[in-house]
Every structure is written in C-alpha cells, then in structure tokens.
C-alpha cells in the first residue's frame, strides 16, 4: 500500500494503518479534502465541503486513536446524501426549497458515525427530494460519472456513488427508495447495500416516501460495507418503522464458503425487454463464477414484476404528495414573499421552490389521493404490493438469495432522458420491488461494457439476510477483481 495515496485507501486498509499510528487521520482527511478540489469541478458530486469541521474532526479522532480509544470508523472520511440532517450544517435535498435549511438537529444515522469518530467531508448532490434515477434533476448541477463525465452517476443518490468512485471520501452515505443505492452503486462500479426496511433508522433523513425509504452505505468494496453496516444498523425508539432485531457483526459473514447456498435467477428479469446485451453478458458470467464457487443456482418466478413499476409510481407519488405537503412557505425552507394573497404565497412558493420532476410527483401522488380515486389507484396498487410481497416469499422457500441485474443499461449520456420521464421510470424495472417488498437489496461491481462502464449484480434476499448478501458478494471479490479497478479522472 506504500505507493497508494491516502485517500485511495479502503476504510478497512485505512483503519488499520491508523490503529498502527502509520497514519494520521489529520493527514487521512487532508488527502481526502485536497483530493475533492483537486477533482470536484469535473465530478460535481458535492453541495457542501466542509474543510474547516473535517480537519478539526480529524484532530479529535487522532486524540481518540492515541488514546487507545478510537474504533474502525474513527477518524475515516465520510460523504453524507444531502438529505440526511446534520446539526448546524446546511442540508439541501438538492432543491430551491431547502438551499438555506440548517437542521437543529442530528440524524441518528449522523449521531451513530459521529459516536464511531467518523469525519464528516461534506454533503453530496443527488436528484431534488431523491426523486430521480441521474441526479440530472438537482436544483444545483447535475452531477458526472467518474468513468466517463460525460454520462450520469444514476440517481438519487448518485452524489454518494460518484464520490467514493472518485476517492472523493472512503465511504458514504446514500438512501434508497426504489433503487437509489443500487443503481448508482452499479453505473459508478462500487458497493451499495439497500438494507431491509426497519434496519437503519430513518429519523432525521427527509422524506419521500416513507414506507420505501432506506438509508444505506455506498462503499469501495464489501467489507468496508459490513463495517458501515455495523455502525448504522440498530433499533432506533425515534423512528416508529425501526425494527428492534438484534444485529450481527456484519464482518463475521466475510468467510467461510459459499457450497450449499441457493441462488434464484428470476426468469421476469432476465427476459425483461430493454436489457442490454452487455449487462446480461455480465450478469450472466457472474451467475458461473458463483456457481464455480458452490452455489447452485435455480430459476425462479416472481409473476407480478410487470407491475411493479406502476406500483411504485402510483404509492411513492402518493406519499411524496403527503410529505411535501409542509413545504408551504409558512415553517421554514423557501417562501416567496412578492406575492400579495396568501393563497399566491402558497402557489408561488411550491412553484418556485420545486422542481419539474418533484411537481411532476406531487402532481401523480394528489390526484390518485384525490377524492374518487383514491380505491382505483393508491388502494389497488397496495393491493398489488402484497402480491409482490409474496412472490417474494415463495420464491425465498426455494433459495437464499436472488441474483439479477441492478440496472437494465449501463450509464447513458448526460441529457438523453431528461425529457422522458418513462423511459427514466422504467429504468428501476430491478430495483423497485425490494423496496415495495422491504427486503434487503445490493449491487457488487461484476463487469464492464467494452466502453468501459462499470455494470453492477444485484443480489436480493429475505427480510434481515444482510449478512447472506454480504457473504456472497465478498466471496465474489475474492474472485474478481472488478471492484479493484478505478477510474481515472
């Protein structure tokens, strides 16, 4: 490791290296920092550095490191999705409506790292509300690829994904609604793990829609993932979705062998109409390499998929129209104070202060609430989420774990879909379910096209099988090298 520089460390090899005092976290997070102005103008992937708090974070977590009392996250560099509350530190949602919103207060997701020893580098772009699959719709700048600047990072959390490609930080964190870790992990070759829902707390994270909404961590490989994993995870009695399951230590799933495990290929996705032949070319390829390494591998169905995207759309507009709804220029965020009625102030405010694709929603999500429509959309479509649900359920009786591709391409020019919302909402086509299911989802990096973009697996399984996930997709590294390679800015 002597010839790479701080900030390409992984968190793991960086821990290690300052538990051994050969590295300071001030000079760790010094790396990091200079290496974010040194590439952020290309990459776009922050809306705030914070230079002056990191360095003095890093002052505090080498005193902890001295003292002996410092863990593994203690002085490691840490981007957070701007969506994520953090006292005292502008927290943006990417929009026109929250650009000068300090939150009082902390997320438990930030008090949990902050009590690691974690730095905080900054908060991280992503689409306006994290309604978006480019991070083209953020009210600042979009933000690019770091395999090619001329295409997405995937959204919403494409900020997070793009940074630690980018070795703007060691890890961060993202949240997934319908796929939103997973599908930048994917476009930007890194790892992301959607965790089950109830597993992480939500409180302090702004919500979207608040039966799908996950936070999770976006990592450079799988057991830097499973140390993240081990410092979020927990019953949280602030938030009321928050399930009180005990939590493993995530890194004990980093061995062992894979003989004996089940793996499903659902048979909808892998016929899906729109998969590239490149991403199913790899899939394919990472499908025999684990079953090289012992699992066996059984089709499966899960017959309700061709509903899902229209699912989702009809329930996550639905409960963004409700959760935007305080967005009124009244309590705080954006107020457009040139109207002369209140009812303009309202109009104004929301139409100034939102996006196209964030009125878009708002717009789909009030008029299937709305009276007499309500039963022919909101409830027919929770109906048919838990005939999702237990297609799920059928088909973990036959396997441990479900493979299948994150995204059905690999990443698209900046601009190509921008004014085809469809096109933009069909591409969550294998990601959305786990949300609407609840179950944990992850993307490892297991190829790339012959233009060299990174393509991402997917792997799904039942409620609380983290562990299972992470066990597989570190086996898979260890035959890999994909997550290894890194893109040159």
Known sequence: ???????????????????????????????????????????????????????????????????????????????????????????TCASRMLEHFIPPYDATVIRKLKAAGAVMVGKLNMDEFAMGASTENSAFKPTHNPWDLSRIPGGSSGGSAAAVAADMCLGSLGSD??????????????????????????????????????????????????????????????????????????????????????????????????????????????????????????EVSLPHTAYAVAVYYVIAPCEASSNLARYDGVKYGFRDVSAESLMDMYR??????????????????????????????????????????????????TCDVLLSPVAPTPAYPIGQHIDDPLTMYLSDIFTLSANLAGIPGMSVPCGFTEQGLPIGLQLMGPHFSEGNLLKVAWHFEQSTDFHKRKATL
Do not use: W
């Not at 040194?38 to 003292?67: C, P, Y």
């Not at 729109?274 to 684990?290: C, F, H, M, N, S």
């Not at 789909?364 to 649900?389: E, F, N, P, Q």
């Open 1 to 91: 490791m002597s010839d790479m520089k701080p900030y390409e460390f992984t968190i793991a090899q960086a821990a290690d290296m300052l538990r051994r005092h050969e590295l300071t976290s001030q000079t760790l997070t010094r790396s990091v920092l200079d290496r974010i102005h040194a590439v952020e103008d290309k990459v776009g992937a922050f809306i705030t550095i914070l230079d002056e708090s990191a360095m003095e974070q890093a002052v505090s977590a080498d005193v902890l490191i001295s003292e002996g009392r410092g863990g593994v996250l203690t002085g490691i560099p840490i981007g957070i999705k701007d969506l994520i509350c953090t006292e005292g530190i502008r927290t």
């Open 348 to 397: 104004n405010t929301r139409s100034k202060g939102f996006g196209p694709e964030v009125q878009r929603r708002i717009l789909l999500g009030t008029y299937s609430l709305s009276s007499g429509y309500y039963d022919a959309y909101y409830g027919k479509a929770s109906r048919v989420r838990t005939l999702i649900m237990e297609d799920f359920k059928a088909a973990f009786k």
């Open 177 to 298: 609604t319908g796929g939103s870790i997973r599908q930048p992990s994917s476009h930007c070759g890194v790892v992301g793990m959607k965790p089950t829902y109830g597993r992480i707390s939500r409180f302090g994270l702004v919500a979207f829609a608040s039966s799908l909404d996950q936070i999770g961590p976006i990592t450079k490989d799988t057991r830097d993932c499973a140390l993240l994993m081990n410092a979020l995870a927990g019953y949280d009695s602030m938030d009321s979705t928050s399930v009180p399951e005990p939590v493993p230590d995530y890194t004990s799933f980093l061995s062992g062998d894979l003989k004996g495990m089940v793996a499903g290929i659902p048979k909808e996705y892998h016929a899906s109409q729109g998969l590239d032949p490149e991403v199913a070319a790899a899939v394919r390829q990472a499908v025999q390499t684990l079953e090289h390494l012992g699992v066996r591998c059984v």
